[in-house]
């Protein structure tokens, strides 16, 4: 396993780009399964969680061409495996998106019930109750979920609560049932945006993506298609967050600002100085920053992937903030360790109480997610001498290169072996 050493203090300047969005390739790769031919991808991350999806394609019998950061897969016939074994799906919660398109597609699927970070329980109650919907037979046993259906008939569907990938599984597996679907309650993150005009432009009929209501005409077939996906606006946020802890000025360049509209308004109400350019987003923090409370929610909300990050820029806001914790609920596992680099938190349920300033200085932390990954990787920025952050493949899963992005940026950051 490989480690983080961060010498800090630092001040971050310069320009990054922003790469391409690892939860909007995820679900366009297993898109690719619904295809009579070749869905070519680009923009796509080196990350982890991208080449562990590979290997699971690779398994269904999909053939899949690199070359650089863009993907070809082809799925000619239908995929020749319908099972997505634990050994497989053990690190990443997105596996279970192949559940919809093998069914759909095949009639049949056997998933394992996916792994990923530890930072709740995030059942996919709602994916298995919609395939029901949609005429599926579903059991549960073993660890495993069984999916069959001669093939899936439209019907109406109402997610009890917002789901990403519920709705992405859903939205793919409707493209070729019978008839109509119409789902209500839907996810509206930019990701499902993306992959109904990836799905849109391989045949699919779709009205309504980033709405609460999506409504899906069945096709018989899709076919290939050649699609860009959107820049990551977690990746981004967490370097223009970057930028605000260490009282820096960076700007985030081939980006969507409309997708970080909430995370910029926060900064702002921060003290930070926000310019907003049509594909680009400079944040500079030469003033003290002040304490502002946030709650997280779904898409438009504030993101719970950047809640880490700010309670890492909180540490060093004058004031109390709160931050509420509403879509997971085992997300504050990096509180104790900024506690142990010298920050004032207080956590109770889903509250966390953030005082500060408080002045950070560099100790062995231990990583225990991804999103936490990088909340400790903030703190070390700006904390007094050597910090260590241990357990750096939890970064790797969403991260591309940060280590190689922060020393650009002025950053003294290097990776090691443990």
């Known amino acids: 396993m490989d480690r983080f050493e961060i010498i800090g203090p630092n001040r971050l300047q310069g320009t990054i780009r922003a790469a391409g969005a690892k939860n909007a390739a995820l679900p366009a790769l297993t898109a690719a399964l619904l295809a009579e031919g070749t869905v070519e991808l680009s923009g796509l991350p080196a990350v982890q969680d991208i080449r562990t999806m590979v290997r699971l394609l690779e398994h269904l019998g999909a053939e899949v061409e690199s070359s650089g950061h863009t993907l070809a897969v082809t799925s000619s016939g239908k ?219 779904p898409h438009p909300g504030f993101p719970t992937d950047l809640q880490a990050q700010y309670m890492a820029l909180m540490t060093q806001a004058q004031g109390r903030s709160s931050i509420h914790e509403t879509v997971f609920e085992n997300r504050f596992q990096h509180a104790p360790e900024l506690v142990r680099m010298g920050a004032a938190i ?15 200085s560099g100790a062995h932390v231990m990583a225990t997610d991804l999103r936490a990954s990088a909340c400790l990787v903030l703190a070390g920025l700006v904390a007094e001498g050597r910090t260590v952050v241990h357990r750096i493949y939890h970064l790797d899963r969403g991260y591309e290169g940060m280590e190689e992005k922060l020393r650009g940026l002025g950053a003294r950051v290097e990776r090691a072996s443990e």
């Open 79 to 297: 995929p020749v495996a319908d099972d997505a074994d634990y050994a497989l799906v053990k690190t990443m919660r997105a596996s279970v998106l192949v559940l919809g398109p093998l069914v759909a597609r095949l009639g049949h699927a056997r998933v394992s019930l996916p792994g990923g970070c530890a930072i709740g329980v995030r059942p996919i109650d709602q994916h298995l109750a919609g395939l029901e919907a949609l005429g599926a037979e579903v059991t549960l046993e073993h660890g495993y979920v069984t999916a069959r259906a001669d093939r899936l008939v439209g019907n109406r569907f109402k997610f009890a609560g917002r789901t990403v990938t519920g709705t992405e599984n859903l939205l793919m597996a409707a493209t070729l049932a019978r008839g109509t679907t119409v789902l209500d309650n839907c996810a509206r993150e930019p990701e499902v945006v993306d992959l109904a005009r990836l799905l849109t432009a391989m045949g699919a009929r779709i009205r309504g993506a980033g709405e609460d209501r999506i409504e899906i005409q069945g096709v018989d077939s899709l076919g290939g298609a050649s699609h860009r996906v959107i820049a990551d606006r977690i990746e981004g946020g967490t370097y223009l967050l970057a930028a605000a802890i260490t009282g820096g000025d960076v700007v985030l360049e081939d980006c969507a600002p409309g997708d970080l509209a909430a995370l910029l308004e926060v900064l702002e109400r921060a003290g930070c100085a926000v310019d907003v350019r049509p594909t680009a987003v400079r944040v500079s923090a030469a003033g003290p920053l002040a304490a502002h409370s946030i709650e997280t929610a």
């Open 346 to 360: 207080q956590v109770d349920g889903g509250y966390a109480w953030v005082e500060g300033p408080a002045p950070l």
